[in-house]
């Protein structure tokens, strides 16, 4: 018997059994499934489950986040739900059913770049480094840096540019690489396609613009001739020619004989590939991404920057959830390449680090509640670290105002940022170490920008949350109310609500509680707090504690059918209530006339147990301690 059998059983009927799922995979920390109706899936109790800490939905993937246990516990899903587990690629590829053509095109330009991302990362770190190295003068007054005074530094400054070099002004090589990856075709024609492009051969793209056309080396075919120019450190120039390559060697593919295909398909899909590229898709890649980047860096710049970034800061989070984020990659490698460095990514450093401070917020908030500081604690760690998804889909946009509270610190830090025209050589990690990565002249600004994604988040999440966070929520539910005695609301027989004869009150479908079969009339509100539900006829009120403790009164048994008459109500939605505060008062005798029962139910819908210590009792309106409320 495995260890999750028994959570397994019920995740597989609370997503729908087993015919509703079209594919099963998981990752590091999640099962990942493609069902054929998302709609069939119940998140509300899979998420009651002790082994599941949080779902969301994405790329066409349903997501249930297990922790590190995930692979015992999908072993055990595939030995009793007899689906056979496919690879991540397999499940990725059936999920682009479930998704448009815009999520399926940013979906593959994710996939595309995503293992780059280590590399740029990487790379960024190791251009910061050098800079610490060697272009910051500490020493001698502010004269020499400590690659001046130290040949051993000077010899590390050196060589950490064999990396630098080889990740930005190399990168096309990977970037066709990963498409012809992606796309399924010859990986070693990419590999060759891109080294074409950053040829040792071939005047270097960095230097194009100091070199004087008529020095730009050129080969000579007689009747024309083309420039031999480098695209070292271009991103759309070498995505456009990893596209050309990959469509010629499908077509070619497929007309060609078996028999013939590993000498013909290569041949006639490499040269013309290469032709292309320096003719055709490079020079117009380069013109698009010098256009970008003029753009981005143009409106960062220009008098409307700070708007610009207001926004990018306010949405970026968003962005994330969608996958088009990755398209970010693309414009800040541009415009490293161009420019020296980059305006865009010290702004999703910190809307990474201002997400991470709304989940900290609700680790101090959610302390006594296991189950959420199971994701809660490694979620923030690894925002701060700068991989967002945990911290997105499993606490912030679970809850909702954690997020809000994120984007509006990113958005004030993002605007701090521009403002004083911060600037990173490149991508580097995307939290709290990416200040390595920022040009130093402008680390102290950075940090300022850094205070406030910490700051505003955390005291907006941490504030908010205590009003909105249910005792549930808080896991505070084993802690007695005291000090705050709640109240009788009615005057009557007192009785466990298991004893009605209503079966949706009596078996707890809508939680724990009590009923007391009226006496007298009036019913007064048990608790301090906010009225935020009343029905039109009278006979219902949801009751909202300021501690978050949640309840429904609900005076007699079929009385909706009464339209309203016989009830006087005092109170309406949004009102704020004392305890003892008059909510209704109830003509017990019409109430009787009309056959309706005077058993009146109070519900604990927030989830509270209740002991009720004085069952068979008549209590009277406003007496304390007839129940108690915990676990």
Known sequence: MGKYDKDVKKLLEFIGGR???????????????????????????????????????????????????????????????????????????????????????????????????????????????????????????????????????????????????????????????????????????????????VSPQLLNGFEVASTATKDIPVWDFGFTQIQMIGYQGQVIAAMMAGFVLVYLEKFFRKITPEVISMIIVPFCSLLPAVIIAHTIVGPIGWMIGNWIADVVYGGLTSSFGILFAACFGLIYAPIVMTGLHHMTNAIDTTLSNMFGGTILWPMIALSNIAQGSSVLAMSILQKKNKKAQQINIPACISCYLGVTEPALFGVNLKYGFPLICGMIGSAIAAVISVGFGVQAFSIGVGGLPGIISIK????????????????????????????????????????????????????????????????????????????????????????????????????????????????????????????????????????????????????????????????????????????????????????????????
Request: proline share 2%.
């Open 440 to 631: 130093s002249q402008y680390w102290l600004v950075f940090l300022g920008a850094m205070a406030v994604a910490v700051i505003v988040p955390f005291v907006l999440t941490y504030f908010i949350g205590k009003n909105k966070l249910t005792n549930k929520e808080l896991g505070i539910l084993g802690e007695t109310i005291k000090d705050k005695a709640f109240i009788s609301p009615m005057t009557g027989k007192l009785l466990k609500i298991e004893d009605i004869e209503d079966q949706v009150f009596a078996s707890k479908t809508m939680g724990d509680g009590f009923a007391i079969e009226l006496t007298e009339g009036l019913v007064r509100a048990p608790i301090n707090g906010e009225i935020i539900m009343t029905f039109p006829t009278k006979h219902a009120y949801g009751l909202k504690g300021n501690d978050g403790t949640e309840l429904l009164i609900h005076i007699g048994m079929d009385t909706v059918e009464l339209q309203g008459k016989g009830f006087e109500s005092f109170v309406q939605v949004g009102d704020q209530i004392k305890q003892g505060d008059k909510l209704v008062n109830v003509d017990i005798e019409y109430i009787k006339e009309h056959g309706k029962t005077l058993v009146s139910p109070v519900v604990f819908t927030s989830g509270q147990s209740v002991i009720n210590l004085k069952a068979g009792e008549l209590v009277k309106v406003m007496e304390e301690n007839i129940i108690e409320v915990g676990k």
């Open 19 to 197: 015919n509703n799922i079209k594919a099963v995979s998981h990752c590091m920390t999640r099962m990942r499934f493609v069902l054929f109706d998302d709609k069939k899936a119940n998140i509300d109790k899979i998420e009651t489950l002790s082994s599941a800490k949080g779902t969301f939905t994405q790329g066409g993937q349903f997501q249930v986040i297990i922790g590190n246990d995930v692979q015992k516990f999908y072993n055990d899903f595939v030995a009793i739900s007899g689906i056979e587990g496919v690879s991540k690629e397999q499940v990725k590829n059936n999920a682009q059913d479930n998704q448009n053509k815009l999520q399926r095109l940013m979906g593959n330009l994710g996939e595309i770049f995503a293992p780059l991302i280590p590399a740029l990362i990487c790379g960024g770190l190791i251009l910061g480094f050098r800079n610490i190295i060697g272009e910051i003068a500490f020493f001698n007054n502010g004269t020499q840096t400590l690659a001046d005074i130290s040949q051993f530094w000077q010899g590390l400054y050196n060589f950490l540019w064999l990396i630098g070099e080889a990740v930005f002004h190399l990168l096309p090589v990977g970037i066709v690489w990963s498409i012809t990856k992606k796309m399924g075709t010859t990986q070693i024609l990419g590999i060759v396609l891109g080294l074409t492009l």
